[in-house]
């Protein structure tokens, strides 16, 4: 079993919410950032949000700013990213990540990724 497990992807039409699901351990989500990026096919990885466990600040990509946001549940050491009016380029694997920073190349853990798809 992977340090973090995505939950929550599928099939949703334009303009509806999905909301993602990222588990780890304790020991992870007090010391890392979790991270949540994006890979939609033929594109490069591209950073969604961020956010510190420890102090609650929290980042966003530009292409999704005002539309998800991330919050955490200490209680369950998980992060969610609350997507709503999805856009059909939304659709990517959406992967979650654990590391002192918020960029692709600072993660030292990854998730297995799940998979949103937004229909037109």
């Known amino acids: 079993q992977g340090q973090l497990e995505e939950s929550g992807g599928g099939w949703v039409q334009a303009g509806g919410l999905l909301r993602l699901s990222c588990t780890t351990n304790d020991f992870i989500y007090d010391y890392y950032n979790i991270v949540w990026f994006r890979e939609a096919q033929g594109k490069e990885l591209e950073g969604v949000s961020c956010?510190?466990?420890?102090?609650?600040?929290?980042s966003y990509g530009d292409s999704v700013k005002g539309r998800f946001t991330t919050s955490a549940d200490s209680a369950k050491s998980t992060v969610y990213l609350q997507m709503r009016s999805l856009k059909p380029e939304d659709s990517a694997v959406y992967y979650c990540?654990?590391?002192?920073?918020?960029?692709?190349?600072?993660?030292?853990?990854w998730g297995q990724g799940t998979q949103v798809t937004v229909s037109s």
């Open positions: 956010i510190n466990t420890s102090n609650g600040f929290t």
């Open positions: 990540g654990a590391g002192h920073s918020c960029d692709v190349t600072g993660q030292s853990y």
